[in-house]
């Protein structure tokens, strides 16, 4: 009976300690953010480039996404911007290399020399 009531114990404590960390650990807000179709100018439409992405990973050349809805998306660790249209949407693009920039809604911005290296973008 010793070693019933010992594990039924050990069930109970590890149970307390799985709805403890459900408890104490927030979850991620969903994110919403999804790829559209680029039929409309209020939709956050980036044009650019991979390069130096293992073929493994996929093409390098360019690439034209568009964007609805606030999240985050990541283009991975091979994009590069030419262009950025927000349309109706304050964004945030997050460089490699730490930096962020943060764009308003309805502006374009080209980068014609030197592109930037953004791994992700979050629309707010």
Not at 56 to 82: K, S
Request: hydrophobic residues 35%; aromatic residues 12%.
């Amino acid at each position: 009976m010793t070693t019933v009531r010992k594990a039924t114990r050990s069930l109970f404590a590890v149970a307390l300690l799985a709805a403890g960390f459900s408890i104490a650990i927030p979850t991620n807000s969903a994110q919403a953010i999804n790829q559209t179709s680029c039929n409309s100018g209020d939709y956050l439409h980036v044009w650019g480039h991979y390069s130096g992405r293992p073929l493994i990973v996929g093409p390098n050349g360019p690439f034209e996404y568009c964007f609805a809805n606030a999240g985050t998306t990541y283009l991975g660790e091979y994009a590069w911007i030419d262009q950025v249209s927000t349309g109706n949407n304050d964004i945030q693009m997050n460089d490699a290399n730490g930096s962020t920039v943060k764009i308003s809604r309805w502006h374009v911005v080209t980068y014609p020399n030197r592109p930037p290296h953004i791994t992700s973008i979050q629309i707010f």
